[in-house]
């Protein structure tokens, strides 16, 4: 790793949005391509903090914090992405299930799994299993992830599964959240549980094999 990817990795964990922003478009101007940028720079940084967050020895503050610096980040980057014509890993259709209105959990995941090169199709909070058809059968996303805090809309999550699974018996589903357990996930027949976001990139990356 080069120094400016190294300093590009110490900055996101920062916090430093306006830094990472001028970084980043240093490195493209200096002709390192969007892949290493995030192969090399935000993605190694992202995944020690997800480490550390999973051991106890980093806090939600400085996820939140990271995830905010690196979306800065990504603005800078995406349009380089898309002028390269670089494929995404695999598609993540993701969103908080009807009833539900939380989104931290969320949108830690949108942004770790991001930065791990998953294209996200975000729903967004409170969304109906009908809606997670409709989109699913437009964008045919490789994998579902569904989120939910509260214990009530548990329940939405495994509608959603059945609802999906119907229209394509080989949907693939990622579920977490506060209340989620490995025995509900299994019992619901998700392909993956994580019980944070650090967990959710290595389950989704698992499960669409890459």
Do not use: W
């Not at 993605?43 to 480490?51: D, I």
């Not at 294209?119 to 989109?135: G, H, P, T, Y």
């Not at 229209?167 to 357990?181: C, E, M, N, S, T």
């Amino acid at each position: 790793m080069n120094d400016s990817m190294k300093k590009l990795g110490e900055c996101l964990l920062a916090g430093n949005e306006e830094e990472i922003r001028r970084l980043t478009r240093e490195a493209l101007q200096g002709g390192i391509s969007p892949q290493r940028v995030l192969d090399e720079g935000m993605r190694p940084a992202m995944e020690e903090l997800g480490e550390r967050f999973s051991r106890g020895t980093a806090y939600l503050p400085e996820l939140l914090l990271a995830a905010e610096t690196m979306k800065a980040g990504m603005e800078v980057l995406e349009p380089a992405i898309v002028r390269d014509g670089l494929a995404p890993t695999a598609t993540l259709l993701l969103g908080t299930v009807e009833g539900d209105i939380h989104d931290i959990g969320k949108n830690l995941v949108k942004m770790m799994c991001q930065g791990s090169g998953f294209k996200i199709i975000d729903l967004d909070v409170n969304v109906s299993a009908e809606r997670f058809l409709q989109v699913y059968r437009e964008k045919k996303p490789d994998l579902v992830g569904l989120s939910a805090l509260l214990t009530s809309t548990m329940g939405e999550m495994e509608r959603v599964i059945q609802k999906i699974r119907r229209a394509d018996p080989k949907a693939r589903f990622l579920v977490g959240g506060a209340p989620i357990r490995q025995e509900f996930a299994d019992r619901i027949k998700a392909d993956g549980y994580a019980p944070d976001a650090a967990a959710a990139v290595k389950a989704a990356r698992r499960i669409v094999g890459k």
